[in-house]
C-alpha cells in the first residue's frame, strides 16, 4: 500500500498529465453556464470547485422533486380515475 | 446520446418497481417516510440501472445495503441475473474498509513530514504552490460526495464523477417529468370535480 502511494506522488507517470487535463476539459463540458466558449485553460481547481457546487444542486433536486412527489402522491383523490393510472404504475 | 436514454429507460423502470415494492407495503405513511422512500428506491434505481460498471454505483449500493431494512428492496431491484455482482459488491465492501483504514494510518504517519514541508514553500514556485493546494482541497470535497470517492485516486475520481454527473442527470429529468404528469393529472381531476 504505501509503495503505491508514494509511486502516485512521485511520478504520476501511470496517469500522464495530458490526461487529467482531458478529464477535466470533459468535466468543464459538462458544467452549465460553460456553453459559451470558456478558456481553454480553465484552472483545474475552479472547474473542480463548479463540479462539486453542482453535485450538490443535483442532490438538492433530487430531494426537492422526492419532495413534491410525496405530496402528490398524498393529495391523490383515491376515486379519481386519473388517479387510477397513476396508482396503478406506482403504488 | 443513445447511452443516456437507454439510462434513463433502465432507471424508470427499476425505479417505478422499486416504488411499487415500497409504496404497496404501507398504505398509510407520512409525508416524510414516502419521501424518504422514494429517494431511496430512486438512488438504488439509478445504481443498479449501471449495473455494477462503476465504482459509485456499486458504492451507492453496499451502502443501501448495510441497512437490513433495504436488502429485499436491493436484492429485487438488481434481478436474479446479477447475483455474482452482489458477490463483487460485498467484496468491494470489505476492500473498501480496509484500503480507508490503511489510508488513514498512512495519512497520520505523514501528517508531521507534511507540515514540515508546508512550513516553507518556496518562493519561486509560489502559484503552483497555492494552485496545488486547492486542487487538493477541492478533490477532497470533491471525494464526499461522490459516493465511494473516499477510496479512489485523483484520476479515478474524475471519472467516476463524470459518469455519476450524468446519471444524475437522467435521475432529476426523469423524477422531473413524473411530478409534472403527476400534477397536471391532479390539477385536472380537481378542475373535473369543479365542472
Not at chain 1, 482531458?22 to 470558456?38: A, D, E, F, V, Y
Not at chain 2, 443516456?4 to 415494492?21: H, N, R, Y
Not at chain 2, 419521501?35 to 455494477?52: Q, R, Y
Not at chain 2, 474498509?97 to 519561486?124: D, E, N, T
Amino acid at each position: 500500500m504505501s509503495s503505491r502511494r508514494s509511486r502516485q506522488s512521485s511520478s504520476g507517470a501511470r496517469i500522464s498529465d495530458d490526461q487529467i487535463v482531458q478529464l477535466i476539459s470533459k468535466l468543464q463540458q459538462l458544467l452549465p453556464g460553460t456553453r459559451i466558449q470558456r478558456s481553454n485553460k480553465a484552472s483545474a481547481s475552479k472547474v473542480l470547485q463548479e463540479t462539486c457546487t453542482y453535485v450538490r444542486s443535483l442532490h438538492r433536486e433530487v430531494d426537492d422533486l422526492s419532495d413534491r412527489l410525496s405530496q402528490l402522491l398524498s393529495t391523490i383523490d383515491a376515486d379519481s380515475p386519473e388517479a387510477s393510472i397513476i396508482r396503478s404504475l406506482i403504488m | 446520446m443513445h447511452t443516456s436514454s437507454k439510462l434513463t429507460k433502465e432507471f424508470t423502470k427499476k425505479w417505478v418497481k422499486g416504488l411499487q415494492i415500497c409504496c404497496s407495503s404501507k398504505k398509510d405513511m407520512d409525508v416524510l417516510e414516502r419521501k424518504k422512500k422514494i429517494k431511496l428506491c430512486a438512488d438504488i434505481a439509478l445504481a443498479s440501472a449501471k449495473n455494477a460498471t462503476t465504482s459509485w454505483s456499486i458504492a451507492l449500493i453496499s451502502e443501501a445495503k448495510k441497512n437490513d431494512e433495504n436488502e429485499i428492496l436491493v436484492d429485487n431491484l438488481l434481478g436474479p441475473e446479477s447475483r455474482f455482482k452482489q458477490q463483487k459488491i460485498i467484496r468491494q465492501m470489505n476492500s473498501c474498509h480496509k484500503r480507508v483504514r490503511s489510508k488513514k494510518i498512512l495519512k497520520k504517519s505523514c501528517s508531521i513530514s507534511q507540515r514540515m514541508k508546508k512550513m516553507g514553500p518556496p518562493k519561486s514556485n509560489l502559484a503552483a504552490y497555492i494552485a496545488k493546494r486547492l486542487v487538493k482541497k477541492r478533490t477532497q470535497v470533491l471525494q464526499r460526495l461522490v459516493p465511494g470517492g473516499e477510496s479512489m485516486d485523483e484520476f479515478s475520481l474524475i471519472k467516476e464523477a463524470l459518469d455519476y454527473i450524468l446519471s444524475l442527470r437522467v435521475q432529476v429529468d426523469v423524477m422531473r417529468n413524473l411530478a409534472n404528469a403527476t400534477e397536471v393529472l391532479n390539477q385536472s381531476n380537481s378542475s373535473n370535480v369543479f365542472d
